[in-house]
């Protein structure tokens, strides 16, 4: 088989599969043109974002077998058409579960003891103690909205600081030894910790909106590490501002470029969120550790060699 690589991506990919009798061709500079006209040769691609992978594209593949995406979010293919077209598509979300969940709770820990704060702080000669006091994460409901990969390595590690932990999922019955399922109703009822875990479709666009902010029951902490266009910042920063949203840890925001390598929009909102005291902000990190690097590389590889040696 021959397989197209269109990202750079851990180099074990290329051992493995080349060891495995694939033929493998590297493309990370052409344009989406460029490779369109030379997709038809290919029986497989493997991405990570720098390409959208649209109907056109994907007719244009009519030797395409599969897609396989080093990373877990589908949103830059067309999943409808390319299971019309009968194209196998592999995601490896195992890869980057546990970076992700770690990375969860190292945000919120920094936001609620204020650390960043107060290290700079005191690095410039300022103490400050009654100001910094922490706010425990012990005896709090964490509520995450999706429980797949993602959702349930950031349960376990929650469960381990003594936090209730529930979660909405679309599926039933997913309830385990670190966390129950409830309705969306029951979590904005009872949550002190919102974290989303979920993909980006047309269901989810905006998921955290006015509404949602609006029928949490308690003031919230909230964490994205899912996608930013699932929350309406606008709202998002509204709700910090009236205190509602207590604070927020985002790894992701709706400002960004559709291949996570940069943000395309400055607006006020933006800039608030940059600004505030009362947020946290990565670029789109939580699942970028030395570790995942190779783990999702290797869940890429091993699927593809299940499913064609």
């Not at 344009?31 to 992978?53: A, Q």
């Not at 959702?151 to 966390?179: M, W, Y």
């Not at 590889?301 to 064609?308: F, L, R, T």
């Amino acid at each position: 088989m021959k397989i197209l690589l269109l990202d750079k991506n851990h180099p074990l990919i290329t051992e493995q599969l080349l060891a495995k009798n694939f033929v493998l061709e590297e493309d990370f500079t052409s344009s989406y043109d460029e490779v369109c006209h030379i997709i038809e040769n290919y029986d497989g691609i493997i991405i990570r974002s720098r390409i959208p992978l649209d109907r056109n594209f994907l007719e244009k593949g009519k030797n395409l077998k599969f897609i396989a995406r080093v990373g877990a979010g589908m949103e830059n293919i067309d999943v409808e058409v390319a299971q019309q077209l009968g194209i196998q598509l592999i995601n490896s979300p195992e890869g980057n579960r546990d970076s992700v969940a770690e990375h969860v709770v190292g945000m919120l820990l920094i936001l609620m003891n204020r650390l960043f704060i107060a290290s700079q702080e005191v690095k410039n000669g300022i103490w400050k103690r009654e100001e910094n006091r922490g706010d425990e994460l012990l005896g709090k409901t964490v509520g995450l909205i999706g429980y797949g990969n993602m959702g349930k390595a950031t349960a376990k590690r929650f469960s381990g600081f003594g936090c209730k932990v529930i979660f909405h999922d679309i599926l039933p019955n997913l309830s385990d030894e670190f966390a129950t399922q409830v309705t969306l109703e029951e979590l904005k009822a009872t949550a002190d910790i919102i974290s989303l875990h979920i993909p980006l479709t047309a269901e989810t666009h905006y998921l955290i909106d006015e509404k949602f902010i609006s029928e949490m029951k308690n003031n919230f902490y909230f964490i994205n590490t899912a996608r930013g266009k699932n929350v309406e910042t606008k709202y998002l920063v509204e709700g910090l501002k009236s205190g509602k949203v207590k604070g927020a840890c985002l790894d992701v925001l709706e400002y960004e470029k559709s291949s996570f390598e940069h943000l395309e929009t400055e607006n006020d909102d933006l800039k608030f969120l940059l600004e505030s005291e009362k947020v946290i902000v990565t670029p789109h990190i939580a699942g970028w550790t030395h570790q995942s690097k190779e783990k999702l590389a290797q869940v890429i590889v091993d699927k593809i060699v299940a499913s064609y040696c």
